[in-house]
Nanobody, 123 residues
C-alpha cells in the first residue's frame, strides 16, 4: 500500500525558509507526478506546486512563484518543497499528493494524500 508522509514543517519568522519533505512508500513513486497543496484555517485546500515524474516540468501557484521550489529524488522516493521568503499568508497545513495528470491543479485529480505538516509563519 502506498503511503505519503510529510515532514519538515514548523514555526518560522517572516522572511525565513523551510524545506518540506514527502517520503513515499511503494515502487511506483517514480511513475507519477507529485504535488504540494496547502490549507489555511477556514479556507479551502489550494494548489501550491507540482512536478513531473522525472522532475523535468514544474508548475507553481502565482502566490509562491519565485519563492518556492519543488524537486524530487526518485532514488529516495521523496519529493521536496523548498520555501523561502516566507510570509504569514503561507501559514497552513501542507500536503503532498500523487496525481496522474499534473496539469490539472484541482484536488480531485490527486488520488493519494499525506497527513500534512503544519507551517506557521509569524510576522
Amino acid at each position: 500500500q502506498v503511503q505519503l508522509v510529510e515532514s519538515g514543517g514548523g514555526l518560522v519568522q517572516a522572511g525565513g525558509s523551510l524545506r518540506l519533505s514527502c517520503a513515499v512508500s511503494g515502487r511506483t513513486f517514480s511513475s507519477y507526478p507529485m504535488g504540494w497543496f496547502r490549507q489555511a484555517p477556514g479556507k479551502e485546500r489550494e494548489f501550491v506546486s507540482t512536478i513531473s515524474w522525472n522532475g523535468g516540468r514544474t508548475y507553481y501557484a502565482d502566490s509562491v512563484k519565485g519563492r518556492f521550489t519543488i524537486s524530487r529524488d526518485n532514488a529516495k522516493n521523496t519529493v521536496y518543497l523548498q520555501m523561502s521568503s516566507l510570509k504569514p499568508d503561507d501559514t497552513g497545513v501542507y500536503y503532498c499528493a500523487r496525481t496522474a495528470t499534473m496539469t490539472d491543479f484541482r484536488t480531485s485529480s490527486y488520488d493519494l494524500w499525506g497527513q500534512g505538516t503544519q507551517v506557521t509563519v509569524s510576522s
